[in-house]
Nanobody, 121 residues
Framework: VQLQASGGGLVQAGESLRLSCAASGRTFSRYNMGWFRQAPGKEREFVAAITSGSITSYPNPVKGRFTISRDNAKNTVYLQMNNLKPEDTAVYYC????????????????WGQGTQVTVSS
């Protein structure tokens, strides 16, 4: 599966962005999907995941602010980000796995190219 992330940009603290990740292929609905981010000088960080059955999971730093969803008819997964903070600034990547959903990026087989999110204070 090929992934194409989009929707990043420059926003002020407190504003919102919605990222999209379009997937190729006819088996998108079978994949568990995740979003990760990486800020300069920092390790890649798990942001959100959604299973093929639409069960979602989030780490504490984004819980209550970010929402992951999927539209299997459009082969697309979304990340709605509300109340953005400067510490959310990073390149955001979508990823797909046919295996179990985990917080480790090493368990995801397919990755998009990343989209930059910059939040100014």
């Amino acid at each position: 599966v090929q992934l194409q992330a989009s929707g990043g940009g420059l926003v002020q603290a407190g504003e919102s962005l919605r990222l999209s990740c379009a997937a190729s292929g006819r088996t998108f609905s079978r994949y568990n999907m995740g979003w990760f981010r990486q800020a300069p000088g920092k390790e890649r960080e798990f942001v959100a995941a959604i299973t093929s059955g639409s069960i979602t999971s989030y780490p504490n730093p984004v819980k209550g602010r970010f929402t992951i969803s999927r539209d299997n008819a459009k082969n697309t997964v979304y990340l709605q980000m509300n109340n953005l903070k400067p510490e959310d600034t990073a390149v955001y990547y979508c990823a797909a796995t046919i295996g179990l959903v985990t917080t480790s990026g090493s368990n995801y087989q397919y990755w998009g190219q990343g989209t930059q999110v910059t939040v100014s204070s």
